[in-house]
């Protein structure tokens, strides 16, 4: 494929969560028939935070087509899978538990390595090159799709204001044992994974985040980790945001159409 000079990215707002919750759904199909269309398998990586509720309206859909899913984690906690911290164990509850997506489609990180984490995070990598090696050409994976979230300092994945990671230009999963967020360790997928995708989208809900998304939508000079995704053209990047959230920002809303 083909990349170009990022595009500015698309601001879908809506007056509720329930209206978020179905758009989003509407989105992630049609990312998903594409990408099965023309490559016969649905590649995506998903967060941690309340991203895994948002996805509810993809329960009993009967677009989705689950058995063509493969998902990989945008970051996780380095903590057993069945953990409170754990964000597999949240996709899982939320979601996973409830649909037929077969097990080994799901990529969970390898957690007898978690006394190591250059290990983790390289075993972690190496999953992502069976998975996409001899499918894309690129440097880097090309994810159909990948959904973040936005914490209230702006960071995004495990990718956190001022640290020596926005940088990153080499691997494609690195490894923190410095989360201002708790916990400390974490693996996380590095800018240029997340900006070669095909389509990268944030949810941010709630009036906490008014500020944040101001500053990351309005003032992207500042160099916040979240305004750091920009996927290359012809991808793009997408925000699914809430009216409180959104009080804030000028930035030039789209009407959503899937
Ligand atoms: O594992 C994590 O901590 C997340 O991947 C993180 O990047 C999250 O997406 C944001 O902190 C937003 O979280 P909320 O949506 O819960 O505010």
Not at 29 to 35: F, T
Not at 57 to 72: A, Y
Request: charged share 25%; glycine share 6%; net charge negative.
């Amino acid at each position: 494929m083909p990349h170009g000079p990022p595009a500015a990215p698309i601001l879908y707002t809506f007056p509720g969560e329930e209206p978020l919750v179905a758009a989003l759904a509407e989105f992630i199909i049609k990312a998903q028939d594409e990408a099965i269309q023309k490559r016969d398998r649905f590649t995506l990586a998903v967060s941690g935070g309340s991203l895994a509720q948002h996805l509810a309206g993809l329960i009993g859909n009967p677009g989705v087509k689950w058995d063509k899913w493969h998902i990989f984690f945008a970051d996780e906690r380095c903590v057993p899978l069945d953990h409170e911290y754990s964000n597999y164990r949240l996709i899982n509850e939320e979601l996973l538990t409830k649909v037929d997506i077969p097990a080994e489609q799901v990529h969970a990180i390898d957690t007898s390595l978690l006394d190591d984490l250059d290990e983790l995070a390289d075993e972690y990598e190496q999953g992502l090159i069976r998975e996409f090696a001899n499918r894309e050409t690129a440097r880097f994976p090309v994810f159909d799709l990948i959904l973040l979230g936005m914490g209230p300092d702006g960071h995004t994945a495990s990718l956190f204001p001022g640290h020596a990671l926005l940088t990153e230009s080499d691997r494609w999963v690195a490894w923190i044992d410095d989360s201002p967020k708790p916990p400390p360790t974490r693996i996380t997928l590095t800018f240029p994974v997340i900006n070669h995708a095909h389509k990268c989208a944030f949810v941010a809900t709630g009036a906490a985040k008014e500020d944040i998304l101001h500053t990351v939508l309005d003032k992207p000079e500042e160099g916040l980790p979240s305004s750091r995704v920009r996927v290359a053209q012809p991808g793009m990047t997408y925000w699914f945001v809430d009216d409180a959230a959104a009080a804030k920002t000028e930035y030039l809303r789209t009407p959503f159409k899937a």
